[in-house]
Each structure stands twice: as C-alpha cells, then as structure tokens.
C-alpha cells in the first residue's frame, strides 16, 4: 500500500497492484544468481595449480558464472561477476595468499576483473565465443592490474607488461581450455535451456 496525503491533510491509501509472474521471475533469478555463485565458489576452493602473486588454475570455477550470463543476459551475468569475484577474494585472503596490495590493484583483479566473464552474456546464440570474450576481458583487467601494481616482480630487462601478459597467460589459458570444454559439454546437453 502507499500513503498519499491528500488535499484535506488527510491520508488516503493507494493500492500498488504487483504484478505475480513478474515477482516469481524476480525471485527466479535472485535464488539462480545465488546458487551459481555458490557453485562457482566452491568450485574456486578446487585448485589445481596457484601462481605466487595469486592468479589459479581451478576446476571449472568460471564456468557457473557463464551459465547464468548465458541463460540470464549480460547484466545479470555481470552482477553475479562481482559477487563471485568479491567471494573469490574472501577465499583468497582465507587461504593466506598474499593478494591484498593496493586498493585500486584489488578492483582490477576481483569485482571488475570477475564481472566481465558477464559480458558473455551479449554472446547468447556462439557461447563458446561467449566464454572467450569473457575471459579476454578478464586477462585484460588483470593485465593491466599486473602491468601498474607488479612491476616490481618482472625478471630485470623484462617489460612489466609482457610479464603480465606472460603471468596472467600461464593460468587464464589452461583456465580457458578448462571452461570451454565444459560448456560445450553443457551446450550439447543443453544445459543453457533447462528450467526456463
């Protein structure tokens, strides 16, 4: 209900009409966005291999992200981006590796750098050109992150930004080979179209 005053001083009441199917949607991708982060959480805790300044090979723990861009559109998709990237640097602190350096460097390699695997979301009808556009996105905000804030850590000689590409290279590839095979797996089982 909303209150109005009226012209009187008096308060009149209004009905606010809602709309059911539209509230049930809502509440769809609201427990959708949660569950998918979850799993994509979990899945991070899986680590096959962690490279000194952070950065992991894990067991497919993007693809739940590109699912939900994928079947839910890119806003969705970026949304649940950074709320797994902000779990993804929760688990990382936790675990004590050192990932904390500056402020602006913790942007770059969490919430922005994990909200763009939702921009795969503008890729509905190719998914796996979907995955790779997100990942790119992804390898480019932890370049840039890399090239500004670990500059110090490139070999003498070595441009800090080929070491980034270099670092950011050795764990985003197998990552994205990883995640590839599973959504085609889960496209031809058609995962992207189940409880619609």
Do not use: W
């Not at 709320?83 to 969490?110: K, T």
Request: net charge positive; charged share 15%; glycine share 12%.
């Amino acid at each position: 209900m909303k209150f109005q005053q009226g012209n009187g001083g008096e308060v009149e009441t209004k009905s606010v009409t809602t709309n059911p199917r539209r509230e049930t949607e809502l509440v769809r991708i609201l427990t959708e966005t949660i569950i998918m982060v979850a799993l994509a959480g979990a899945l991070y805790l899986i680590k096959i291999f962690t490279l000194p300044q952070g950065g992991s090979i894990t067991l497919g723990s993007m693809v739940p992200i590109f699912l939900l861009a994928l079947r839910r559109g890119a806003r969705i998709g970026i949304i649940g981006g950074i709320a797994f990237g902000l779990v993804a640097l929760v688990e990382d602190v936790y675990s004590g590796v050192e990932v904390i350096f500056y402020p602006a460097q913790v942007i770059l390699d969490y919430p922005l750098a994990f909200s763009l695997l939702g921009l795969s979301g503008f890729f509905r009808k190719i998914p796996v050109l979907g995955v790779g556009i997100g990942i790119a996105a992804r390898f480019c905000s932890h370049f840039v992150s890399g090239g500004l804030f670990f500059a110090s850590y490139a070999p003498a000689g070595v441009s800090p930004y080929a070491y980034s590409a270099l670092y950011n290279a050795g764990f985003l590839i197998p990552e994205f080979v990883i995640t590839a095979a599973l959504m085609i797996v889960l496209v031809r089982v058609r995962a992207l179209e189940l409880y619609r």
